[in-house]
């Protein structure tokens, strides 16, 4: 079992920057790939970004990248997301994620197991 709680989201002017942290609990953190989810009003789950259970590679929705960088700290059993250059189009619910399973394109959600309840970022223009 493991619990996620994610925190730092807030309201934000166009291009600005937050950083939005995920903290988890329960099964060994550093032993599995964590990733990044948003859904916009009225719109379905979408990949953000993810990354392996060292850190050492790491992947982006190409509606982020070079914006967004994903990063992890696995002594203190965090995950981190931080966002730059935000613009109102990226105002979402933002959730992390654990892929435990290890089966599954890492950009889909059925591939992930274990998800926190969501952080609201808003970008105003």
Not at 62 to 83: P, W
Not at 87 to 95: L, R, S
Not at 114 to 125: A, K, M
Request: with cysteine; charged share 15%.
């Amino acid at each position: 079992q493991v619990q996620l709680v994610e925190s730092g989201g807030g309201l934000v002017q166009a291009g600005g920057s937050l950083r939005l942290s995920c903290a988890a609990s329960g099964r060994t953190f550093s032993s599995y790939t964590m990733g990044w989810f948003r859904q916009a009003p009225g719109k379905e789950r979408e990949f953000v970004a993810a990354i392996s259970w060292i850190g050492d590679n790491t992947y982006y929705a190409d509606s982020v990248k070079g914006r967004f960088t994903i990063s992890r700290h696995n002594a203190k059993n965090t995950l981190f997301l931080q966002m730059n250059s935000l613009k109102p189009e990226d105002t979402a619910v933002y959730y992390c994620a654990a892929f435990i399973g290890g089966a599954g394109p890492i950009a889909t959600m059925d591939s992930y197991d274990y998800w926190g309840q969501g952080t609201q970022v808003t970008v105003s223009s």
